[in-house]
C-alpha cells in the first residue's frame, strides 16, 4: 500500500510540474512544494503557515515586520500614538492599487482608501465570519456593538483602544489585518477564499486545489528596491504534494527552488551532526538559518479538578520540577535535532525575542536535583509515584521517548500516548489532557504574546492557557506591563512574570526552534526571518525555462 501511494504521489507531482513548465517558458518562475496544503486565500482565515505565506504574497496589512522585527510603514506611511496609548492615527499612501478584477468597473483595480482598512478590520470580529483572528482586536474600544475604526478622510484611519497595549502596532502586522475590498467579497461571496483580491506584490491566477497555485506579478506594486519596481520575479508556482520525500526528491532534481524545514526521514542525509549542511551537497544548493520564534514545550494541566480523590501527580509543583531537571536538552538537540535550535533552559521567552533573557537559566540538567525534589515529594527513588501519561503525536515520538528514558532513570513512569494532531489540539483546549506537547509560534514580536499563555484570565478553551496556571501576583504584573509604554520598563515586568511562573513550572521548555531554508544556486534574495514567513517580494533566479 506503501508503495502504491508512493507511486500516486509521485505521479500527480510529475504531472503538476510538466503542466507548469509549458506555462513558465521565458519567466522567471520561483517553485515551491506546500505539503499541509492551503485551505483559503482569504486572510481573516490566514491562521495556519501554509495560508499565511500564500496570502503574505496577494495582501498588505498597514504596517509590516522588517528583518529585525521592527514594525515599518506599508499602507501606512506613517502614524501617530496620542500619549495615553490608546488613540492610533494612520496616514495612508494614496498611490496604491487593488489588484485589478472582474469585481471592479471595467476590471481594473482602484486606490486603496480609508473606507477600506475600517472594512477590512471590521469583518475580523464578526461573529459571521467566524475569523480565528478576532482576538486580535480584543483590546479596541466597542460601543453599541461597533468597535471604533474611523475614516476620518480617505488617507486617514483611526483606532481607539480600551486601554494601552504596547505590543497593538506589532498585533497589526499579522495577515489578519490585511486591507481587502468590498466589491471583491461582494462579487465573490464564500468563493472569495479561492479568487482573492489584495494589493501585495503578486496577483492571483489560477489554483487547481491538491495541484497546483499560480501566482503572477502585480504590475502596479508600489514597493520598489533601490528604485527598482519590485517585485522582481514573474510568478510563483505552488505544489501541493502531501509526501515529503517525494518533494525532497523533486528539490534534489531541482525542480524545486525551495525547501523548508527538515523531515526526520532525511535529516541526516541534508545535515551533518552539528547542523551543517551536508558536504555531498555543497554547490548544488544552499542552506540558510536563523532563530525562529517557536518555543517547544511540554505541558502540565496543574489546575487541581473539583472533587478529584485520587492523587494527580502533575499537580504536585516539586514533581514537575523533577522532570523539568531529568533530561538532558543538550543531548536532546545534537543527536536528535542534529544541533538545530537552542536547548530549553532559558524560559518560555524564545532566543530572538524581545524580551529573552539568556542569563536566566531555570532548568538544566540535574539528575541529582530532580532525584531530591522526588524525594521531598514522598516518592523517594520514585517510589510509590503514580505512571504519568505523556500526550503527543508521532512527529514528537522520538524527543518524548528520549524524555521517557531519562526520566526513567531517576524512578520516573512515563507513559507515551500517540494523537493524531487535531484530537491532540481539541483535547489540550478542552483540558482534558495532564501532560501534553504543544508549541508556540509568535504571532506578533513582543514576549506578551508568550507570557499571556499564562494569564489567569486565559484560561482554555476561550484562551490559551493551557495548563490554567493561576497566579494572583503574576496576573497583576502582566496588567501592569500593558499599561507601560516604555519598553525596558516592560520588560522587567516581563523578567518578574517568567521567573514566577517557571517556578511554578507548569510547563518544561524542550527548545527554541530555527529556520531552516534550502535553496536553489539560482536564486538570490531569500532571507529568513524570525516569525519564518516566506517573503518573495524581493527575490530574483534565472529563467525557470529559458526560450530557444
Same mark, same amino acid.
Given at each position: 500500500m506503501n508503495?502504491?501511494?508512493?507511486?500516486?504521489?509521485?505521479?500527480?507531482?510529475?504531472?503538476?510540474?510538466?503542466?507548469?513548465?509549458?506555462?513558465?517558458?521565458?519567466?522567471?518562475?520561483?517553485?515551491?512544494?506546500?505539503?499541509?496544503?492551503?485551505?483559503?486565500?482569504?486572510?481573516?482565515?490566514?491562521?495556519?503557515?501554509?495560508?499565511?505565506?500564500?496570502?503574505?504574497?496577494?495582501?498588505?496589512?498597514?504596517?509590516?515586520l522588517g528583518d =529585525?522585527?521592527?514594525? +515599518?510603514?506599508?499602507?501606512?506611511?506613517?502614524?501617530?500614538?496620542?500619549?495615553?496609548?490608546?488613540?492610533?492615527?494612520?496616514?495612508?499612501?494614496?498611490?496604491?492599487?487593488?489588484?485589478?478584477?472582474?469585481?471592479?468597473?471595467?476590471?481594473?483595480?482602484?486606490?486603496?482608501?480609508?473606507?477600506d482598512v475600517v472594512y477590512s478590520f471590521s469583518r475580523i470580529p464578526d461573529p459571521k465570519i467566524a475569523s480565528p483572528g478576532a482576538w486580535i482586536f480584543n483590546y479596541v474600544d466597542e460601543k453599541s456593538g461597533k468597535y471604533s475604526f474611523e475614516a476620518l478622510d480617505d488617507s486617514t484611519f483611526f483606532i481607539r483602544l480600551k486601554q494601552p497595549f504596547p505590543p497593538f502596532?506589532?498585533? !497589526?502586522?499579522? =495577515?489578519?489585518?490585511?486591507?481587502?475590498?468590498?466589491?471583491a467579497i461582494n462579487f465573490y461571496k464564500q468563493d472569495f477564499r479561492k479568487n482573492p483580491v489584495g494589493t501585495g506584490p503578486f496577483c492571483f491566477k489560477m489554483w487547481k486545489e491538491g495541484i497546483k497555485m499560480v501566482l503572477i506579478r502585480n504590475p502596479h506594486y508600489f514597493e520598489?528596491?533601490?528604485?527598482?519596481?519590485?517585485?522582481? !520575479?514573474?510568478?510563483?508556482?505552488?505544489?501541493?504534494?502531501?509526501?515529503k520525500q517525494a518533494a525532497f526528491l523533486e528539490?534534489?532534481?531541482?525542480?524545486?527552488?525551495?525547501?523548508?524545514?527538515?523531515?526526520?526521514? &532525511?535529516?541526516?542525509?541534508?545535515?551533518?551532526?552539528?547542523?551543517?549542511?551536508?558536504?555531498?551537497?555543497?554547490?548544488?544548493?544552499q542552506l540558510i538559518t536563523q532563530p525562529y520564534l517557536n518555543t517547544e514545550y511540554l505541558g502540565f494541566l496543574i489546575e487541581k479538578k473539583h472533587g478529584a480523590t485520587k492523587f494527580d501527580p502533575?499537580?504536585?509543583?516539586?514533581?514537575?520540577?523533577?522532570?523539568?531537571?531529568?533530561?538532558?536538552?543538550?543531548?536532546?538537540?545534537?543527536?536528535?535535532?542534529?544541533?538545530?535550535?537552542?536547548?530549553?533552559?532559558?524560559?518560555m521567552i524564545p532566543k530572538g525575542m524581545p524580551g529573552f533573557?539568556?542569563?536566566?537559566?531555570?532548568?538544566?540538567?540535574?539528575?541529582?536535583?530532580?532525584?531530591?525534589?522526588?524525594?521531598?515529594?514522598?516518592?523517594?527513588?520514585?517510589?510509590g509515584l503514580p505512571a504519568i501519561t505523556l500526550s503527543t503525536t508521532s512527529d514528537y515520538l522520538d524527543i518524548c521517548k528520549y524524555i521517557q528514558h531519562q526520566v526513567g532513570e531517576i524512578g520516573i513512569d512515563l507513559k507515551i500516548d500517540v494523537s493524531p494532531p487535531a484530537a491532540l489540539k481539541e483535547m489540550k483546549a478542552q483540558a482534558k489532557l495532564a501532560f501534553f506537547r504543544g508549541s508556540w509560534i509568535a504571532d506578533y514580536?513582543?514576549?506578551?504574546?508568550?507570557? #499571556? +499563555?499564562?494569564?489567569?484570565?486565559?484560561? #482554555?478553551?476561550?484562551?490559551?492557557?493551557?495548563?490554567?496556571?493561576?497566579?494572583?501576583?503574576?496576573?497583576?504584573? &502582566?496588567?501592569?506591563?500593558?499599561?507601560?509604554?516604555?519598553? #525596558?520598563?516592560?520588560?522587567?515586568?516581563?523578567?518578574?512574570?517568567?521567573?514566577?511562573? =517557571?517556578?511554578? #513550572?507548569?510547563?518544561?521548555? +524542550?527548545?527554541?526552534?530555527?529556520?531552516?531554508?534550502?535553496?536553489?544556486?539560482?536564486?538570490?534574495?531569500?532571507?529568513?526571518d524570525w516569525m519564518n514567513i516566506l517573503t518573495l517580494k524581493k527575490v530574483k533566479k534565472e529563467l525557470s525555462f529559458p526560450t530557444k
Open positions: 508503495k502504491y501511494w508512493w507511486f500516486l504521489f509521485s505521479l500527480i507531482f510529475l504531472i503538476s510540474c510538466k503542466q507548469l513548465k509549458e506555462t513558465e517558458k521565458g519567466k522567471t518562475v520561483f517553485r515551491y512544494n506546500e505539503a499541509a496544503n492551503i485551505t483559503s486565500l482569504d486572510p481573516a482565515y490566514a491562521r495556519d503557515q501554509a495560508n499565511i505565506w500564500a496570502t503574505h504574497q496577494i495582501f498588505n496589512g498597514l504596517v509590516q =529585525m522585527l521592527e514594525v +515599518l510603514p506599508c499602507i501606512a506611511r506613517s502614524w501617530d500614538i496620542s500619549p495615553d496609548g490608546c488613540k492610533y492615527t494612520f496616514h495612508l499612501r494614496k498611490d496604491i492599487l487593488f489588484h485589478d478584477s472582474p469585481a471592479f468597473p471595467q476590471g481594473k483595480g482602484r486606490k486603496v482608501i480609508a473606507n502596532l506589532g498585533l !497589526l502586522t499579522t =495577515m489578519y489585518c490585511s486591507v481587502v475590498p468590498v466589491e520598489t528596491d533601490n528604485g527598482k519596481h519590485l517585485p522582481y !520575479l514573474d510568478a510563483v508556482a505552488i505544489t501541493f504534494v502531501a509526501d528539490f534534489l532534481k531541482g525542480r524545486l527552488d525551495f525547501m523548508s524545514g527538515i523531515d526526520p526521514g &532525511y535529516k541526516d542525509e541534508l545535515l551533518t551532526r552539528d547542523g551543517r549542511l551536508n558536504p555531498k551537497f555543497k554547490g548544488k544548493f502533575v499537580s504536585e509543583k516539586k514533581i514537575r520540577q523533577a522532570i523539568n531537571y531529568a533530561f538532558d536538552r543538550h543531548k536532546m538537540i545534537r543527536f536528535l535535532r542534529n544541533n538545530i535550535g537552542t536547548p530549553g533552559i532559558y524560559g533573557d539568556s542569563s536566566a537559566v531555570y532548568y538544566d540538567y540535574n539528575p541529582e536535583k530532580a532525584k531530591q525534589l522526588l524525594a521531598a515529594a514522598g516518592f523517594s527513588d520514585g517510589k514580536p513582543d514576549a506578551e504574546n508568550y507570557l #499571556s +499563555l499564562f494569564y489567569g484570565k486565559n484560561f #482554555s478553551p476561550q484562551g490559551p492557557n493551557y495548563t490554567h496556571y493561576f497566579c494572583d501576583q503574576y496576573d497583576k504584573l &502582566y496588567e501592569k506591563s500593558m499599561f507601560c509604554v516604555a519598553d #525596558s520598563l516592560r520588560y522587567q515586568y516581563y523578567r518578574q512574570m517568567e521567573k514566577l511562573m =517557571m517556578d511554578e #513550572s507548569p510547563v518544561i521548555v +524542550l527548545y527554541y526552534d530555527q529556520v531552516l531554508r534550502f535553496i536553489g544556486n539560482d536564486v538570490e534574495g531569500l532571507g529568513c
